[in-house]
């Protein structure tokens, strides 16, 4: 049992604070999400990434072989400080009370892993505009054009459009249609992923799930040949102004169209006091309470539009 009666009971209340963050953290499920960003290594506290650009076709060798280079496109990704924390009363350990708690500390594990998810889905929705969710950046992709914008010069990737049959036969095309810089080479794109909204999900189930097409009055029923075409995703970001929108992507390839630049993973720290003859911390002393908090050092940026179409309709 922790107590408060001395320097030992406080070390012993940070080692079982930072033990069952890291427990609940291990076992936290990986949101199926993250397959939209690629996780990439940072060194210092601003990367700057060069599109490499698109890799040449395989081609009849005649004199030279066709090497690809850097182009102009470059980005460059600010790495951000991400914290949160908890305040227990030193009560709460005097009597024992430690398994109110824990679900504090699991909750804060939980909510510490799935940030880097919640941000990305911030930085799709202000995609169109860049003022949705300005504090993420301002919507541009490494080209120029807004993420979600009918001004790439590889093809459109946005739609404004109610999720329909008709719609998501749209926004395939969309994805198929997308091509090199140069505009020579169609791209081997293909939708694989689903993304909605609490509203959207009796929709999607309907076109994923059922075996025909809901019928028009006077016809016939038409065999459903979306059924298991894409796989759902369910964000509840995607709610109130944003329940509407929708997003269909290509999460099989190598490259994503996000990336994750990590810079210092999930951490944790504690003010709380310990052993030594200066064995009280200032909250202690001041509100009799023991700090708790997490902490991490990363970012996320657009990086390949051409795997995603998104349809805003408000």
């Known amino acids: 049992m922790f107590t408060i009666a001395n ?43 060069e599109w ?17 280079g850097l182009e102009a496109f470059k980005l460059r990704v600010l790495n951000k400080d991400w914290a949160s924390g908890i305040r227990v009363h030193q009560n709460d350990i005097k009597d024992d ?12 594990a939980q909510r510490a892993r799935s940030h880097r998810v919640r941000l990305m889905m911030r930085l799709l929705v202000n995609g169109f505009t860049g003022l949705e969710f300005p504090a993420v950046g301002n919507g541009l992709g490494y080209d120029g054009a807004f993420f979600f914008s009918a001004a790439h010069a590889t093809g459109s990737n946005k739609l404004t459009a109610a999720l329909t049959k008709a719609s998501l036969e749209t ?24 993304i909605i909204g609490p509203k959207l999900v009796p929709v999607a189930n309907a076109l994923m799930k ?32 944003y329940n509407n929108y929708w997003f269909l992507a290509d999460m099989s390839k190598g490259t994503k169209p996000f990336l994750f630049q990590n810079r210092e993973e999930i951490s944790t720290s ?24 997490a902490e991490a050092r990363y970012n996320v940026a657009y990086w390949e539009h051409r795997l995603i179409v998104g349809s805003n309709q408000p």
């Not at 490499?52 to 690809?68: I, N």
Request: proline share 4%.
């Open 210 to 241: 059922s075996d025909f097409f809901a019928s028009v009055a006077g016809t016939a029923s038409e065999t459903n040949y979306l059924k298991g075409r894409y796989n759902i995703h369910v964000s509840p970001l995607l709610r109130g102004t």
């Open 171 to 194: 926004a395939e095309l969309l994805l198929q249609s997308q091509t090199s810089y140069d505009g020579v080479d169609t791209l081997e794109i293909m939708g694989t992923d689903l």
């Open 97 to 108: 009370r430690l398994g109110l708690v824990a679900p504090k500390i699991e909750g804060l």
């Open 52 to 68: 490499l650009g698109d890799l040449p076709d395989f081609e009849e060798w005649k004199g030279d072989r066709f090497l690809a």
């Open 270 to 293: 504690a003010v709380i006091g310990g052993q030594g003859t200066q064995s009280d911390s200032v909250p202690r002393f001041q509100r009799g309470e023991l700090w708790f908090g």
């Open 7 to 49: 320097a030992a009971g406080l070390d012993a209340a940070r080692v079982g604070f930072h033990a069952a963050f890291l427990e609940q953290l291990g076992i936290v499920a990986k949101n199926p999400l993250e397959a939209l960003f690629r996780e990439v290594p940072s060194t210092t506290g601003l990367e700057e990434w």
